[in-house]
């Protein structure tokens, strides 16, 4: 570690003297002035562009949201953006106008001067905030403002000697088929095409797909999601997700004034007909399925009685009325291993139990456990890239698992951990079905900018599958 001092001189000088060939990566950090009112004095500022005064781009920190994630969970309060630098300390209206309007959320005097020229080495940028618009340097608590700053600065660096550590060049594996299925990407677009057709809002019956940045970003574009049917006013359009839902909740839409557009995944359609082919031929029904789950409810919901089995224990619990006359269906997006062992267990207490005519499991489920399952023995690690409440990406780190391979399960790039990638030589990468594909894109983006990365892809399928749009949006 070196000072270089305050100011733009200072900066470049010190700089220059390390030499451009000297390092293997480039971290600088300081503090620096917010422009963005609502920023508090304490605000560590990971830079993902730093900018000259008059705009120019000098530096592009590609580590910026896996640092900033490493912040935050050291407990540190994080905003990712823009830092510009000037040649001296700017106050009022020059702060507040100029240099907001670059888009910028802080302003320090040395962090472009001491990147320019170009590093071509890796780069993190870090910046504590001491003033802000409303209160700036001098004004009274700048003292105390600028101790808060320090303190956090000092308890930034394991932070960023984690991103130090885990610089290294790696081989990334890309499983194929991985991210969207033929069903998400149809009740997605059933959301689009109903807000550009009926004009927002339109409302969603929970999450439309198990996946937080597709939620966000249909509720930026006017989508309510609600839980129920009840926190929807009457004559609005209501869009039910990809899950599914129960008798129950189709008779309610049915019996209110709404405009109800039916987004369930045609393949959980498919199970709910052989739950009704099964009731009406008089067969006690077990769902093999996840408890609490979306799917697993609507499903359940579509006969009387259903039972519902977990794991091979919970068959030893079940009471059959008529051991020739049960019947068993399952979740759509299970792993075929568990569900042939419940279904061994099944057959072997009621030999007589009948299934679907082929498996529930359906093909988009199958394929990103089969291509995962194909590669993970050759990763250090593996990670499966969505959300924890998605039963698919559950499974995916389950299969991993099972082939040995160390595997976490990550919302998006920012939830990578330093600690965990930095081993790492070969990073298998996988992800939901309801994972958008942006998402893997950023993650492999990451991996490159910790050092460099060849990325292979591993496809053992090529999925062709499309499903009609609800007549509704069509
Ligand atoms: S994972 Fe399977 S069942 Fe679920 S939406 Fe996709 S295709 Fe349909």
Redesign the pocket.
Known sequence: MVRTGAGPVNAARTVARLGRTAADALAVAGVAGGLVGSMAPGTVVVADRVLAEDGRLVATPASASVLAGELRRLGLPVTVGAVVSVPKVVHGRERRGDLARLGAVAVDTETAYALTGGWDVPTAVIRVVVDTPERELRSPGTVSRGVVALRHLRAAAPALAAWAAALNERTVLLAGPRSF????ERAITTVERALERYGDPVYVRRQIVHNRHVVDSLQSRGAIFVEELSEVPDGATVILS?HGVSQVVRAEAAGRDLNVIDAT?P??SKVHHEVRRFNQKGYQIVMIGHAGHDETEGTLGEAEGIALVTDRDDVAHLEVADPEKIAYITQ??LSPDDVAGIVAELSARYPAIVGPHAADI????QNRQDALAAMAAECDLVLVVGSANSS?AARLVEVAQRCGAAAVLIEDESELALDLIGPARVVGITAA?STPPDLVERLVGTIAALGGATVEERRTSTENVNFPLPVEVR
């Open positions: 299925c033929a069903g998400v990809a995944c393949l959980v759509t997006t359906c093909y988009a489920t698919n079905a």
